[in-house]
């Protein structure tokens, strides 16, 4: 249990679901100095909050994927309650503006600020990155260009995943958490998928219909990935687990898990497009590498239309749609694919 200078109380880890308790403490009325503050009594201020408390755990689990292990989600829980409470007494309801949206901008910059207050990197990782930057300008200088990760590793006497450690440590700071999800255009739109909409109170028909068909997509997309693909989406993305908890599993090394993760993540972008953005049909494609990727995307089309889109009215419409632009990609991608179709044409071709 964490305290906060809010008079919040909180629960909760980098791997727990954080929990908020509500402050007991009455709201104070307005004061002359604040004219346009809208008058709330505390009982639809308590309402507000309660009802809008899964934002914070949203929020904080979105920033935290992006902070190195030492960081208290539960520190950052805390502050994101106190931008909610805080948000709760200041909405007005006259801007128009749905109180979610207003709430997790609010929440989002109380997380913010409050690692702004926070030393990211400790002491002993600042340390180890100053020494690696300088071995990598060592190395620069002596071979007339940037060392790759095995040279620099070679340098310091450690392994490469201890530099992608070291090169994840030097990279974090606040303003790279105020942008979009990072780590590749594929981890953006994954997460963007997964934790969509949490700013709007009620979405209409429209938008929640692609909310589901982005869903279902990504979903098909997923499980059309080779075996060994698909694990380490899984146990990085929707388990959370660490790079090493995976790689052991795997039996590989952490730098190989994240080899494999940036290539699950493009053909999870690239199929997404694929399937959800119309553009004109391109020539067949004549490299094994390419027909492989193409049966891959018929693949996930076929089954987001076989899972049904959006509602019982507008999926019908979409499974058909999807279905064309599937069936248009089968004939193309497998015309001359030399692998037997009983599965996902790419997991076919990964090895064990």
Known sequence: MTGHPSGLKVAGGRDET????????RVAPPTATTPSTPR???????????????????????????LPSHVDAGDLAGAGAAGLLQAARGYDETT?????????????GAVLD?????????????????????VEDSLTAT?????????????LGVDVSEVDRRRQESAVTVSSLDAPVAGSAGEEALTRTWAEGLGDDRPGPEELALRAERMRVMGA????????????VVGSFLQQRPLAEVAAELGVTESRVSQLRTEALGLLRAAMESVL??????????????????AFYADVALHA???????????????????????ARVERATASLPLQRTGSPLRQAQPA
């Open 40 to 66: 709330r009594d505390a009982a639809a201020v308590e309402a507000l909050v309660t009802a809008h408390l899964p934002l914070v755990g949203h929020v904080v689990r979105e920033v935290a994927m992006r």
């Open 143 to 155: 071979l007339g260009r940037r060392p790759s990760r095995e040279e620099l590793a070679g340098a």
């Open 305 to 327: 239309a076989a899972a049904g889109v959006g509602s019982a009215a507008a999926g019908a419409s979409a499974r058909e749609v999807l279905a064309a632009r599937a069936g």
């Open 96 to 108: 128009g503006v749905p109180f979610g949206r207003y709430a997790s901008t609010r929440i989002r």
């Open 221 to 232: 997309a997923v499980s059309a990935l080779p075996d060994r693909l698909r694990a380490v």
């Open 277 to 294: 953005e119309p553009r004109p049909a391109a020539p067949a494609p004549t490299g094994v590498a390419a027909r492989r990727r193409e």
């Open 18 to 25: 954080c929990s908020v308790m509500i402050p007991t403490q």
């Open 114 to 134: 409050e690692l702004r207050a926070m030393d990211l990197v400790s002491r002993g990782a600042r340390s180890r990155g100053r020494e690696m930057h300088g």
